[in-house]
């Protein structure tokens, strides 16, 4: 059974900064690009970040460029989202995304295959 476990989250003053983890099983890890998706309250799922299987490649939305940084430990079945100098714009649940191609790693919604639970992040001003 796949597992995607998103911990985390939390709640934090702007100019602050959290890191995501993203707890895989169930799956070959190694194999798999990793995405971080968010959501915020009446919009549409949206595309953070991504990274390759194996962490050469990173992408990130222009939001968050410069800002947040994806990683992952294939040793770990661990991928990651560090998030610095957060922003209230920033507020949404975080969901991490496996995605099985031998394309470039995703970032639209639909490329990903398995999805978390996701994890509540919630910036004050």
């Known amino acids: 059974q796949v597992q995607l476990v998103e911990s985390g989250g939390g709640l934090v003053q702007a100019g602050g900064s959290l890191r995501l983890s993203c707890l895989a099983s169930g799956l070959t890890f190694s194999t798999l690009h990793m995405g971080w998706f968010r959501q915020a309250p009446g919009k549409e799922r949206e595309f953070v970040a991504a990274i390759s299987w194996s962490g050469s490649s990173t992408y990130y939305t222009d939001s968050v460029k410069g800002r947040f940084f994806v990683s992952r430990d294939n040793t770990k079945n661990t991928a990651f989202l560090q998030m610095n100098s957060l922003k209230p714009e920033d507020t949404a649940v975080y969901y991490c995304?496996?995605?099985?191609?031998?394309?470039?790693?995703?970032?639209?919604?639909?490329?990903?295959?398995?999805w978390g639970q996701g994890t509540q992040v919630s910036v004050s001003s």
């Open positions: 995304a496996a995605e099985r191609s031998k394309l470039p790693a995703g970032t639209i919604r639909a490329e990903y295959d398995y």
